[in-house]
Each structure stands twice: as C-alpha cells, then as structure tokens.
C-alpha cells in the first residue's frame, strides 16, 4: 500500500476524486476537536493490483493545521485545482506544506473539466509546481460529474504508486496518530468495551500484535493487541500503509501523540533547524506552531543565522536528524519549512554562541550522517546514534565497549586531557593526579571510563590512571633525591628483591620526605612494609613466579627469587591486588598461580 495525501483549494474536488476513485466516502479520523478535524481517509484498489491509500484534507481558509496534519506522513500528493477557477489561494498553502514536509511525488488533477476548459488551469498548476519538487507530475483533465478522465486518473496513479520508494520493513517504528476512538463505537471485532482504536499512517518498518511500543509525548509502554489494514485484521503490516492499532484501554492515546520503537527515536523538546521560507530565520515570528507526522506544537524560535535557528518545544516529540516539518505563524498567516539538523543541540553559553553555532551548522546537509553528529558531540553510544537516526561511521574510534568517538574530537579531548592534569599537577604539587570524576566533568564525558581510555592513548605527554587519578610524566627528581636512589641501585644490583632495612634507606637519603618525592615521580616501587625495590621489579618476579611449577608456595617463591619473606610477603600481596597471581586455598595451605595459569588447585 502506498499514501497519497489530496491538496487544493475548497470546493475544487478533493473529495468528490476520493469519492469517485474509492467508491465510497472517506472515513473522518480525529475524535473531538483539534487540528485534525476534518481529515478523513479512504482506500482503492489499482488496475495493478496496488493499493492506494488517500488522506482528504480539507481545502478551506482555517483549514491549514489540518492540511498540515494529512500531509505529515504521506508520501505523494494528488493535487486538484479546478478548471473554471484555477489556481487559488489555500491550493499555494497546501503546496507549501507538501514543498516543506518533502513530499516528491504527485499527480495533478484538473477538476469540473465540463465546466470549463482545463487548459488554462492546467498552465497555472504547471508554472507553481515547477519551483517545487513536484514539477513534472503527471496531469490529468476529470469530471467526477460525467467520469470523464476518470480511467486515465487511475491508470497515473498506478504509474505514481509504482514509483514510489519502498521503505525498510526493518526500519523503526514510528506511527502518528491522527484518529482515535473507542473500538466499541466502530463495532470492531474483539475491541471490548474499553479498548482504543486509534489510526495513521505507518511511514516505515511493521507493527504486529503483541509489539510493545511507546506512546509519545508521555512515554508510556502500550501493547498493540490487533493490527487491521484496509478494513480486515492482519497478522503483520509494514509500511507504507494506512493502519489502525487496537490498543488497550490503559492507553491515553489521542490524534497528534506517536507510538514508537523503544530506544530507536529521540524524545526532544529542543532542535536546531534549517528553515527554508521567503524571509530570513531572524525575520520570522519567535512563536510558531510545529507541524510533523500529525502532531502540532508550540514552538519558541531563536535565530542562529541566515537559515537555521533553535526551537523550543512545549512537549515532547519523537524526532531523528533529518525530519521535515513545516513552521507556521498562525498571526500572519505565513509558512516556513524546517529540516531538523540536531535533536540534542548543545547549549548557547556565552556571547557569540549563537553565531557560532550558526557557523557549524551552515556546512551540514538537510539529513546530517553520523560523522557530523558524532563531530558535534565528540563521543557517543551507538544507541545514542541509532536513537539520533544515524548509523556508526566506518572510521569512528571504539574507546571501550559501548562508546563509539570522532576521531579529531577524540584527538582533542586527549590533548585537554593532559593539559588538565599538567596544570593539576603545578597548582597542587602535594596531591599528585588529576582526580577521573574532575577529569570527566572538566572535559564534559558521560563516563570515568572514557577518561581512562584516554590517558590509555599512547602520545606525547604519556598519561597514567593510578588510584583514581590522572598523572601525567613525572616531574625531574631533586638533585639530592636523584643521587639517593642512584645509591639504592647500586645496592639492589647484586640482588634486585633484597629490599634494604630502613636504616639502610636512611643512610641512602631515602627519608620519609625524599622517598615520597622518589615514589610520585616513578623512581622507586613502594610497597607495604616499607618494603622498596626498583620500578619494574614486579613484573621481573612475576616473569620468574610463571616459571615455577604451579602452584606455588611463598617459601619457593623466596628461594626462586631469593629473597626474604618481608619482602616476598609485600611482594605476592602487591601482584595479587594487580590480578597478577591469584591465590588458592588447598588442604596443606594457601598457595599462588601466576594469573596466566588456568589450571584448577
């Protein structure tokens, strides 16, 4: 099934086409007032087996949120304007809403053709459509009166259907309701009492009984209980095709509200914009209504620049990257067309922001990819893309599981990084490190964990997370310090696990304070029980614990490493804390396997 939605002025046929094409008059959809009363929908079968779906839209003077709302999730257009009157007002309405919601494809009906001849009609519509994306659309002559023109309106509109692009039947779901009314009033077959029947037009992928999804602005779960299409229960429908959904009676459902796939769409109530109208974003009004899918929202306009601006929703919608939408200033009559460039924009701080925002946005295209979404955000889960409308860029930088970052962004948040813990580090030379959570908050991440993997990346300065902070190199040792721990090497030449005594430290210049200087810069290892050996020294004991046969006890380790059980004891601890060697109880003891060993105890 494909959706064709009717535009033109009042009175020139829109509905007497339905009518006539259908077989039947269409059905009305909203329920009580709102924006979409009047709308009313009707299907037909095509010669080539198609089915086409119409959403008639009324064509009157206060008719244009309704206009907007039959329009927001069709795909083609069947235009009408009249033979004896011609091109008229709401027709130019209509088709700036078509123009601004990306509708490509219609067909061009030139009614009352018995009235009047069609040729000067015919010439108008051709010249207005030729400034939109609907130039070239196929024209027709019809009388509903006398059927003429009939038989070969029909036969353009199979031509049309098969013309129309299929979508994704994997795609996400997003499905605006624009009617809804108990299922007890239309006699729906296992509605109950209480059950809601709403309608729409399903744009992409498939519904089915049993599918969970969201309603939308409130974010509740609804089941779907049935699906029917084209009058009759379904097992499954996808999309494109005007459908009603049998919801349970918990839901609050009501024309203007969607229900979509979790976790696939973003729920916003704010997005920065490309506007497309005769006057500059700055000179349209700074309140609008909204028109998407079938929803219609205040709106607060804040211009960027030339062509883009920030809006602020009074509620939330479900939007991607790319979604069309018509703006409308109910004041003055006037329209605007409206691509959403981003659904979570950045905030304006500061003067200028908005200008330079402004300048980031003019190089976007009307439907941004991933790569400038995730340029703009720097670092991201992929959900938070999918979510976003966009797919992973091949050459995205994987930080960790879960998070997916632009790579000059991830280039520039290293360097920041290690300019945060430099100046940390002069400011505060007592307190070594740049605490993860400041570093996170200092450079606007979701997670301490890409602050990790962030000073993981190898450059220049080397950065290290050690005891929850970020160090940067060390600092150059004291001269008197330097020739302290030269004198502890050559101690621990002959014997690099002898630690000396703390006598021995002493008599080095390894006191309190200068063995704490030795330690922040890297130039001793320090373990428990003042035990101090080289840095390095525990991965040259761990090398010689994998040789031994496993497992092992502490005296052979002492003996492997010869060493005594002070400093064996610190040793076996310190590997132990660093996931190197594990211990295992046994009936004799406790015993070690160096972390490499998968044999059992």
Do not use: Y
């Not at 009305?28 to 037909?44: E, M, N, Q």
């Not at 198609?50 to 009324?58: C, M, Q």
């Not at 109950?192 to 992928?205: M, Q």
């Amino acid at each position: 099934m494909q959706v064709a939605v009717t535009a033109g002025h009042a009175g020139h046929g829109k509905s007497a086409l339905v009518r006539a094409l259908a077989g039947r008059a269409p059905v009305p959809l909203a329920a009580g007032p709102g924006p979409g009363v009047g709308v009313a929908a009707a299907w037909t079968d095509l010669p080539s087996g198609a089915r086409l779906a119409f959403v008639d839209a009324p064509g009157g003077p206060d008719a244009l949120p309704a206009a907007a709302v039959a329009a927001g999730s069709a795909t083609a257009a069947l235009v009408a304007v009249a033979a004896d009157e011609g091109w008229r007002e709401q027709t130019a309405e209509h088709l700036a809403v078509l123009d601004a919601l990306g509708v490509r494809h219609a067909v061009l009906a030139v009614t009352r053709a018995d009235l009047a001849d069609p040729g000067l009609a015919l010439r108008q519509a051709r010249d207005r459509l030729a400034a939109t994306a609907l130039r070239g659309a196929e024209t027709v002559a019809v009388s509903t009166a006398t059927g003429a023109g009939l038989t070969d309106l029909t036969a353009a509109l199979d031509r049309l259907a098969a013309r129309l692009p299929v979508p994704d039947p994997a795609a996400p779901v997003r499905f605006w309701i624009d009617g809804a009314c108990p299922a007890a009033d239309l006699g729906v077959p296992g509605g109950g009492a209480d059950a809601l029947l709403v309608t729409g037009t399903l744009g992409a992928g498939a519904v089915q009984p049993g599918d969970d999804l969201l309603l939308m602005p409130a974010g509740d779960r609804v089941r779907v209980r049935a699906v029917r299409c084209g009058g009759a229960p379904c097992d499954r429908v996808r999309g494109v095709a005007r459908v009603s959904l049998l919801l349970p009676p918990t839901a609050r459902a009501a024309p203007g509200m969607a229900l979509v796939t979790p976790g696939a769409w973003t729920p916003t109530t704010a997005v920065d914009v490309r506007t497309r109208s005769e006057a500059a974003a700055g000179r349209l009004a700074r309140r609008m209504v909204l028109h998407t899918g079938s929803a219609s929202v205040r709106v607060r306009l804040h211009p960027l620049g030339p062509d883009t601006a920030r809006l602020t929703l009074n509620a939330r919608l479900p939007l991607h990257a790319g979604d069309a939408a018509v703006l409308r200033d109910p004041e003055r009559r006037t329209l605007a067309g409206a691509h959403v460039l981003d659904v979570v924009p950045p905030p304006l701080v500061g003067r200028g922001a908005a200008a330079a925002r402004a300048r980031e946005l003019a190089s976007w295209p009307d439907r941004p990819d991933g790569a400038a979404l995730l340029r703009r955000h720097g670092v991201l889960r992929p959900a938070d893309l999918a979510a976003m409308g966009c797919a992973v860029p091949a050459d995205a930088v994987r930080p960790g599981p879960g998070w997916v970052a632009d790579r000059a962004r991830w280039a520039e948040l290293r360097a920041r990084l290690a300019a945060e813990a430099a100046r940390h580090a002069a400011r505060s030379p007592l307190a070594p490190g740049l605490p993860v959570e400041t570093a996170r908050l200092r450079l606007g991440l979701r997670a301490g964990e890409l602050v990790a993997a962030l000073a993981a990346v190898p450059g220049d300065p080397p950065l290290r997370v050690a005891g929850g902070r970020v160090h940067g190199p060390p600092p150059p040792l004291p001269p008197g310090v330097a020739a302290a721990v030269e004198r502890l090497a050559g101690d621990l030449a002959p014997a690099p696990f002898e630690a000396p005594p703390a006598e021995r430290l002493a008599e080095l210049g390894l006191t309190d304070g200068a063995l704490a200087v030795a330690e922040r810069a890297g130039a001793v290892l320090r373990l428990a029980g003042d035990v101090v050996l080289l840095p390095g020294a525990d991965r040259a004991a761990l090398r010689i614990l994998s040789g031994l046969p496993q497992p092992f006890t502490s005296g052979q380790a002492g003996r492997a490493l010869t060493a005594s059980r002070r400093v064996v004891v610190a040793l076996l601890d310190h590997l132990d804390r660093l996931g190197l060697t594990r211990r295992v109880r046994t009936a004799a003891g406790t015993v070690r396997r160096a972390a490499g060993d998968r044999k059992t105890g």
